[in-house]
């Protein structure tokens, strides 16, 4: 008995399957690394994990996830990018909806995964007693809270930044006509992005800068046992990252759009170095290679 002919199953889904598998697996393996490096500092209390290496486990996360679905879906990860690449129009619209519920999706499945690893350190940690704040709080495993004393307004603001950081510079870093590194280099140098965000301002609200990273893992938070209260504590924050990081998405790359991308000399363009246009890259599918973030 030979071995099968995996050949035959090769571009036989539909686009928007093969899409929406890409991105499913891509954010999760980002969340997978991501919570599980804040699951492994709060449930040892910081003797085996520090905000450090929380920071390097996102990073580290954005940049498997894009090595693991760039070449298919573009790696996006996060309905902040995909916004931002639909308003620049290096995607279509119609394809918006399958990004964002595989996003949401992949987040929601990593988080319980992240869940069933930790459960036997959970229940030691809080007593088997799910608290989404005080000492034993552990909803912030998954999604992100805020400082006791961040305002709703300046919490907003933070969320718009970060994400109009992260999401500009993808877009620089992306940008044939602008120095971009080879394709192979662009998922270590989107990682650092993700790093550098998260070292400079992660303290106000956890740097969520990705709306699927936040809600998906929320809403398992409330099936699992931490209860509907996870929408809302603190007036309601659980809307600040899905808002917010969307908006801070689209200002980042409209501003790199209008600011740097289109103002690149028409003899660039003309002379083969210009970008994937308006369908982005890979065949013409209408996603952006390696657009990725947390």
Request: glycine share 14%; proline share 5%; aromatic share 12%.
């Amino acid at each position: 008995m030979g071995s099968p002919d995996w050949n035959r199953f090769r571009y036989n889904l539909p686009t928007s399957l093969r899409i929406a598998i890409a991105e499913f697996f891509s954010t999760f393996i980002l969340v997978t690394f991501g919570c599980g490096s804040i699951a492994q500092m709060v449930l040892s209390k910081e003797t085996k994990g520090t905000f450090f290496s929380v920071n390097f486990g996102w990073g580290i996360g954005v940049t498997l996830g894009c090595y693991w679905a760039g070449g298919i879906s573009g790696a996006h990860m996060n309905p902040a990018v995909t916004l931002a690449c639909a308003v620049a129009r290096k995607l279509s619209w119609s394809m918006v909806p399958v990004y964002c519920l595989a996003q949401l999706f992949g987040a929601f499945i990593a988080s319980a995964c992240v869940y069933g690893v930790y459960i036997d350190a959970l229940n030691t940690f809080d007593g088997g007693v799910r608290k989404i704040l005080g000492p034993n709080g552990t909803a912030g495993i998954f999604a992100t809270y805020p400082q006791p004393f961040l305002s709703i307004g300046n919490g907003f603001g933070d969320q718009v930044f970060g994400t109009m950081l992260l999401v500009s510079c993808i877009f620089a870093i992306l940008d044939k006509n602008n120095n971009a590194p080879d394709k192979g280099v662009a998922p270590v140098l989107i990682g650092l992005t993700v790093f550098v965000i998260g070292a400079t301002f992660g303290f106000n609200a956890g740097y969520a800068i990705n709306p699927a990273r936040d809600l998906g893992p929320r809403i398992f938070t409330a099936i699992a046992g931490w209860g509907p209260e996870v929408f809302t504590v603190h007036h309601s924050w659980s809307w600040v990252p899905v808002i917010a990081c969307s908006l801070g998405g689209v200002i980042g790359g409209m501003i790199y759009l209008l600011c740097f991308e289109l103002q690149h000399d028409a003899s660039e363009e003309d002379s083969g170095k210009g970008g994937n246009g308006g369908n982005g890259g890979n065949g013409g599918n209408g996603y952006e290679p390696l657009a990725t973030a947390e």
